[in-house]
């Protein structure tokens, strides 16, 4: 009863401190630097740029400033002498608690009132892409839980050393950790600059809030258990720390609260589901070491999402009714599941999971006993979690109501395949459409519980990649090709405006014009071009598939033609890829080779074509140029034996460094002198005609294409096309 | 009420001993003046009785039971006045006594806070800010927190520091009639306050208590050891004697002086409690 008489009048007594006032005007103003010099998410879609930004800058700049603000608050009571009147009628520590709760009530009007003020310019800006609730939910899953965080530590810090010196450092150096190389790439551990590598507007952000409502549930358990250590250790009868604290341990359930609140967050932080905690890079895995795959007849799937807990449950029958060889197997599934059941032949089977984590998977071993066949069935359930290798940059195991997004073990265990049918059952919300191994799924069954189980039957060994969302779905033809089109639904109004179907009829038209029929010409296969969250990030290319980069339909995007090379022409350079990769020419991959340097430069002629020289200059020549030049300024890159002695870590950092600088601007440089030296664009199209009609993989017997096959094509030396 | 501090010592951390072998009781009501020179221990001593600090030595009971076992309801009984204190500048002086009536947990707040104001006189300054406040207002609104709820035990230090003659005094008659029904314990340097007021007078000095008694008692010990002589400009004290007062009059400077044994010269006169007081501290500092 009195620490809420004691929070009201903490309240008013707050609410009439001008520097009160002034550190909240301050953290309203302070996401106007998310939208310029304080760009904190590597995101560049619309919501990256107009909300993730903002909130990152003022949840960072407000942090700060609430520490700030209540150092100084309770400094000022034992500096000013106010402490000596009320600590003789009051307990500090239910003072320094009603204190505490005053400044997190602050700091939740503040976030209202930050939230209310940036709604109208974000929802202008964003137009049919804004969502009230994700705009909402991004203030109260960063914004404020980072607020309290910082309070909560800051007055720790201050109970804990009584010296407004020595907690603002204390406070310095957790800040410090936040911003080091240490947790740049950490969503855990920046607890002070949570970590969007990027969101999605057509598709549902909702990986990265779990993310972050997980990461602030982290720190503020952690900045709650510090805070209840603190106030064991507030001063009293003048004593030091050490005599305070030891009077403090009298007040043990205070001494248990904070044991159990630091304990909670370690253990929640050890526990997180997301990541799983396998090697950061990547691992060449020996599968010369696995038992012999054993070919079940046939593999049956029958997968359900839980689109609420962000889980799948799965069960998966192999049938070996055919053999009774029996042997060791060793099947690879997500690192985030757990394997509730395996039977054979109708009988529990004994399996082993080591715990090991390589690439995103853990192992699962088991042995078939000899002499007996039947169907092996496996049980697994969880939240999928992503590759440490892979993370933070690329969110591709995702579950929720609105969309879906797994890969590889994250799907069904893989290692195990079939050379007979292979079936697949999937129940998830019923407003969801499904692609498996890029292909769309066609039959459902509707379960009448707002979902609905689709069915398919695959010709391929195991499940690879699963999509569902809430898409818009057309087809068409472009040429000879039917195209199947599917977008997020926020975007219809964008690709009719913006006569996309014509687009990618054009680029069709144009690759078959210069180097001749796709692959999916004569009716053979069609095509998928499907639109993906820009949190998987990038393009993909396979067979009869193409995917987009969500912001190529963006406003930004499309109002914007001077950004085309970036972000428009991605889609063109992925519908290049259909000629240049599986099932065109595909090139062999060397250190100035590859599929992507052919494409490049294809999507720079056509970009060309479509938006005339100087823009095809100023955003593909030159900007090649430039990279090139910065690559042959590099030290280490005219310097390989320097380079030969780097860690291996910075080594493999700058080879990656090095081959997107190859392939996607030396390597296209390289062919526009090839080009020069030919004698012009129209001779250079004759020469890649030539090479994709004699080595596309339509021909069986094509090997994979060379950097020396092309300069064979075009009757020059490696030495011809050198850039200096 | 009643509050007893048993024979306490409070050492500092820095070693300095501030009191040594303390030992008082009193009892509702009681007014007690507490009388000594500066760094005698009677802010150490007060700062013990309202469980500021813990005597290194002794124990503090409140109604038979240590203090620090009830502290919160001792403090819910508290009214404090530190010797130096701060305030909440950006309040007015309404919403500071608000904010201390929260902390005591005083229910009928309003009715609380408009009695003190009268009583302090601060009821016409009520919405000022404290910021702009002169010192002796300050103090008044210190005063005013400390009577606030009507406590059973106001401990003063220094209270009336800052304060005109005539807010002396009358804050010292309120002292004295609300003294009817509970203990206070004030803590000051002007004797004549404690002298119009207190029934119990304390003297400290080097963390000892000299006296403890009336102050009828107190003068009563003093009686044949004050005297008064008129010297001239340039004049030596008598040695063994202290100089109470020195009044400029027509034939040369009339001092009153307090001796163990008064010199032929000097007129015996009947002492005062400010007397008593100083010659109680000469004595124990010849001692020494």
């Known amino acids: 009863m009195k620490f809420f008489s004691l929070y009201r009048v903490e309240l008013r007594r707050l609410a009439l401190s001008k520097f009160l006032w002034g550190i909240m005007i301050l953290c309203l103003c302070a996401p106007l630097l998310g939208y310029s010099v304080f760009a904190m998410s590597y995101s560049e879609v619309m919501s990256g740029k107009y909300i993730a930004n903002p909130v990152l800058a003022g949840t960072t700049i407000g942090a700060i400033l609430w520490a700030v603000f209540t150092i100084a608050e309770s400094d000022r009571q034992h500096r000013m002498g106010t402490d000596v009147l009320s600590d003789a009628i009051a307990s500090p520590a239910i003072l320094c608690a009603a204190r505490a709760a005053a400044l997190l009530s602050f700091s939740v009007i503040t976030t209202i009132l930050s939230s209310l003020l940036y709604l109208p310019y974000t929802a202008d800006k964003m137009e049919y892409l804004f969502s009230i609730g994700f705009y909402m939910g991004n203030f109260f899953t960063f914004m404020m839980p980072t607020w309290f965080i910082s309070i909560l530590f800051a007055e720790a810090f201050y109970q804990i050393t009584r010296r407004i010196e020595l907690a603002v450092m204390l406070y310095a150096v957790l800040c410090y950790f936040s911003f080091s190389r240490f947790a740049k790439d950490d969503y855990f551990s920046r607890w002070l600059n949570p970590l969007i590598v990027t969101y999605s507007d057509g598709f549902p952000s909702i990986w990265p809030l779990r993310v972050g409502i997980y990461t602030r549930a982290i720190w503020f358990l952690l900045a709650a258990g510090s805070w209840f250590f603190a106030l064991l250790c507030i001063r009293k009868y003048q004593k030091n720390l050490v005599l305070s604290f030891a009077r403090g341990l009298k007040k043990l359930y205070i001494l248990i609260l904070s044991a159990t609140f630091l304990a909670a967050g370690v253990l929640l932080w050890i526990n997180q589901p997301f990541v799983d905690h396998g090697p950061e890079e990547y691992v ?441 | 009420m009643k509050i007893e501090a048993n024979d306490i010592t409070m050492i500092y951390p820095s070693g300095k001993k501030a009191l040594q072998d303390i030992t008082l009781q009193a009892e509702t009501p009681n007014f007690i003046g507490i009388l000594g020179p500066n760094g005698a221990g009677k802010t150490t001593l007060m700062k013990l009785l309202i469980a500021g600090l813990v005597p290194t030595k002794g124990k503090i009971l409140l109604d038979g039971k240590p203090l620090l076992s009830q502290e919160k309801k001792f403090k819910s009984k508290l009214g404090y006045l530190a010797q130096s204190f701060g305030l909440y500048d950006e309040l007015n002086v309404w919403q500071f006594l608000d904010y201390m009536a929260a902390l005591k947990g005083i229910k009928n707040k309003n009715k609380a806070i408009d009695s003190v104001l009268e009583q302090t006189n601060m009821a016409e300054r009520k919405k000022v800010r404290i910021h702009n406040l002169s010192g002796g207002q300050r103090q008044r609104v210190g005063i005013a927190q400390a009577l606030l709820g009507n406590p059973e035990l106001i401990i003063l230090d220094e209270p009336t520091v800052g304060l005109d003659p005539e807010e002396r005094v009358k804050f010292r008659n309120i002292f004295s009639e609300m003294a009817q029904n509970k203990i206070i314990l004030l803590s000051t340097h002007i004797v004549e306050d404690v002298q119009a007021v207190c029934n119990r007078v304390l003297v400290i000095y080097n963390g000892s208590i000299l006296f403890d008694g009336t102050p009828s008692d107190l003068i009563l010990q003093t009686k044949g050891h004050v005297g008064i002589y008129v010297s001239q400009l340039g004049d030596n004290v008598p040695e063994g004697c202290e100089v109470v007062s020195k009044v400029n009059i027509a034939g040369g400077i009339q001092c009153r002086i307090v001796a163990d044994k008064l010199p032929s010269f000097a007129k015996n006169t009947d002492p005062t409690l400010e007397d008593a007081y100083l010659y109680c501290i000469k004595r124990e500092g010849e001692k020494e």
């Not at chain 1, 090139?587 to 590859?594: A, N, Q, T, V």
């Not at chain 1, 590099?634 to 910075?650: A, D, I, N, S, V």
Request: proline residues 4%; hydrophobic residues 30%.
């Open chain 1, 284 to 724: 060449e895995q020996d599968f010369s070491q696995y038992p012999d795959i054993i070919m079940a007849d046939s593999i049956d799937y029958s997968l359900i999402v839980n689109p609420v807990e962000g889980s799948l449950s799965g069960k998966v029958k192999y049938d070996y009714s055919h053999y009774t060889g029996g042997g060791e197997q060793k099947i690879q599934l997500n690192t985030g599941y757990k394997v509730t059941s395996v039977t054979y032949a109708g009988e529990k089977l004994t399996y082993k999971m080591p715990g090991d984590a390589v690439n995103g998977s853990q192992s699962l071993v088991l042995i078939l006993p000899k002499g007996k066949s039947g169907v092996l069935t496996i049980e697994y359930e969880g939240f999928p979690s992503m590759a440490r290798f892979m993370y933070p940059f690329m969110v591709y195991q995702s579950i929720d109501k609105e969309y879906i997004s797994l890969n590889d073990a994250a799907i069904a265990p893989v290692n195990m395949t079939t050379t007979g049918p292979c079936t697949a059952r999937i129940t998830m919300p019923e407003n969801l459409i499904p692609f498996l191994d890029y292909e769309p799924m066609h039959n459902f069954v509707d379960n009448h519980d707002g979902t609905k189980t689709w069915t398919t039957k695959s010709a391929s060994g195991y499940l690879m990649t699963f999509y569902a969302a809430d898409y818009k779905t057309e087809s068409f033809l472009a040429g000879d090709v039917k195209i199947d089109f599917a977008y997020g639904k926020k975007y219809e109004d964008t690709v009719r405006n913006n006569n996309v179907q014509q687009a990618i009829i054009d680029v069709f038209d144009y690759c078959t014009k210069h180097y001749g029929k796709s692959q999916y010409a004569n009716g053979k296969k069609g095509l998928l071009l499907q639109q993906i969250s820009a949190m998987a990030m990038g393009g993909h290319a396979t067979e009869g598939y193409c995917e987009w980069f969500e912001t190529v339909l963006s406003p930004d995007t499309l109002n914007d033609p001077q950004k085309g090379a970036n972000n428009t022409e991605v889609f063109i350079h992925e519908m290049v890829h259909q000629w240049w990769r599986s099932y065109g020419l595909e090139c062999k991959e060397e250190e100035l080779w590859s599929n992507e340097g052919l494409t490049v430069y294809s999507t720079y002629r056509i970009v060309k074509e479509k938006y005339g020289a100087l823009y095809a200059k100023k955003y593909y020549l030159d900007k090649w140029q430039e990279d090139v030049d910065t690559q042959n300024r590099e030290f280490y890159y005219r310097h390989p034996e320097y380079f030969k002695k780097l860690p291996k870590k910075y080594r493999a950092r700058l080879n990656q460094q090095n081959e997107s600088i190859n392939w996607y601007s030396r390597m296209p440089l390289m062919i526009k002198r090839a080009e020069e030296l030919v004698g012009g664009e129209e001779k250079m199209d004759a020469i890649l005609q030539g090479m994709y009609k004699e080595n596309s993989l339509q021909n069986p017997n094509s090997d994979l294409f060379t950097f020396q096959d092309f300069l064979n094509a075009c009757n020059l030396t490696k030495e011809d096309l050198y850039l200096e």
